[in-house]
């Protein structure tokens, strides 16, 4: 059972624009959130990550929103770079111990 | 940070046998972990590396299939055993910590890129 969705496999954007990746989750429990960013022939890096505690979270180009009562996170990117084009996965956390994974959705930002 | 290395970084394998994936990270760290990325899927948990004691595996997972050592801190394998094509796929070690450190901060490992014929 897949507790943590990306729903869209890819998405293009062209470059400048504003890219958002969504994610929905359906454990109440989960308290913690992350975004991790995955290059080819690389390991998943660590990107953003936001507390349940919180709706936003900013870092330089990019930001984590998170609607709790919808259960829902995105990942907005702006503007977008083609070093951005990467795979993006979306994790949460409820205990501290394992985090799990969403399927991952593939950017191409176009120049 | 912690940067970890894994070997090998790719291998081609016949079936029936067994690889051995090596993973080493350059500081001590609290929890390593196993993951599998097969081809279009997600990161799935495989196992977490407990120091000195048997790995906790997650469901569908089994020791004998999956064995898992980790003698210290920084240094932990994983063994394919018996290996069919079914087992083909990226496997990644993890690692999070030191003690604490920020809870979101866990690293991966390039991956071992295992394809089996």
């Known amino acids: 059972d897949q507790q943590v969705k990306q729903n869209s496999p890819s998405l293009s954007v062209q470059e400048g624009r504003i890219s958002i990746l969504n994610c929905d989750y359906t454990?109440?429990?989960?308290?913690?959130f992350l975004w991790y960013k995955k290059y080819p022939a690389e390991g998943p890096t660590f990107l953003i990550s936001i507390s349940s505690i919180k709706d936003k979270n900013e870092d330089g180009r990019f930001t984590v929103f998170l609607n709790k009562s919808a259960k829902h996170l995105s990942l907005h990117i702006v503007p977008s770079q083609p070093g951005d084009s990467a795979v993006y996965f979306c994790a949460a956390d409820g205990d501290g111990n394992q985090f799990y994974f969403g399927t991952g959705t593939s950017l191409t930002v176009i120049p | 940070s912690a940067v970890i290395s894994q070997k090998p970084s790719r291998d081609i394998c016949q079936r029936g046998t067994s690889l051995t994936i090596q993973c080493q990270v350059d500081?001590?760290?609290?929890?390593m972990f196993w993951y599998r990325q097969q081809p279009g899927q997600s990161l799935t948990l495989i196992a977490t590396?407990?120091?000195?004691?048997?790995?906790?595996?997650e469901s569908g997972f089994v020791i004998d299939k999956f064995p898992i050592s980790r003698p210290n801190l920084t240094f932990s394998t994983l063994t394919v055993s018996n290996m069919s094509p079914e087992d083909s796929s990226i496997y990644l070690c993890?690692?999070?910590?030191?003690?604490?450190?920020?809870?979101?901060?866990?690293?991966f490992g390039p991956g071992t890129r295992l394809l089996v014929l």
């Open positions: 454990n109440s429990m989960f308290d913690y």
């Open positions: 590396a407990n120091q000195g004691s048997e790995a906790t595996y």
């Open positions: 993890s690692a999070r910590g030191p003690e604490g450190a920020y809870r979101g901060t866990q690293y």
């Open positions: 500081s001590q760290v609290t929890m």
